[in-house]
């Protein structure tokens, strides 16, 4: 199964995929983790997107295409994966499209994880003060949230148009939000 944990910046993708790979050996491809990563081990592309990460701006499309399209060649990935934080651009949407057709797959569903802006912040601080994630910061969340707002949002009647979107509340404890993501999937394998 390919699924896509679509979201605002601190709406629990990251969470929800982790529990998904825990209990159910999905595979987590998280774009954020694979350019933190980047930047950890100080290679050149760390180099180039650790300032436009610490900006809280998107990386180019190119960057992140390349990451998940070598990602996804490796042989864990090849029965489907969690997309977590990929795609965020319209760009992004159309060439993961692409490169799962390519492969004769295809995304069987998007949950959308809804929580109100005030939650967000209040959780992206919390992260912050227990993390010190730069980008993490309220001034960065802000940013942040404006990206999502501006470029990722509007990829919504894009999946909806395909019938793939569905809608969780990811207001609840993470117990809660993780019943409601499992009943989606049951929905989906039925
Ligand atoms: P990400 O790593 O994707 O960061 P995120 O949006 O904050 O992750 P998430 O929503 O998963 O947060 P989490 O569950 O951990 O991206 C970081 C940056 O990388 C972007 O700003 C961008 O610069 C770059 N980037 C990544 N992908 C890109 C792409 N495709 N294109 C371009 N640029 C890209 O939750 C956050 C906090 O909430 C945690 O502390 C967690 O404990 C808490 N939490 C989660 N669920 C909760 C719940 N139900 N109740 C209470 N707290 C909860």
């Known amino acids: 199964m390919n699924l896509i944990l679509f979201g605002p910046p601190g709406s629990g993708k990251g969470t929800q995929a982790k529990r998904l790979v825990d209990e159910r050996g999905m595979v987590q491809l998280s774009t954020g983790d694979m350019l933190r990563a980047a930047i950890a081990s ?41 997309f977590d934080g990929f795609p965020r651009t319209l760009a992004q949407a159309e060439a993961l499209d692409a490169m799962l057709a390519g492969r004769g ?29 730069p980008d993490d910061n309220p001034e960065t969340f802000k940013t942040r949230l404006g990206a999502y707002n501006t470029q990722t949002a509007p990829l919504l009647p894009y999946y909806e148009g395909q019938g793939k979107l569905k809608i969780v509340d990811g207001m609840g404890a993470m117990e809660v939000v993780s019943t409601a993501v499992a009943n989606v999937l049951e929905t989906i394998a039925a």
């Open 42 to 82: 100080n290679s050149p592309l760390g180099q180039k997107v650790a300032p436009i990460m610490a900006s809280g701006a998107l990386v180019p499309d190119e960057i992140v295409i390349a990451l998940i399209a070598e990602r996804m060649d490796e042989a864990d990935a090849a029965g489907g994966a969690i």
């Open 105 to 133: 797959s295809r995304i069987d569903v998007v949950i959308r994880l809804l929580v109100d802006d005030a939650a967000l912040l209040a959780r992206v601080t919390g992260r912050f003060e227990e993390q010190g994630r």
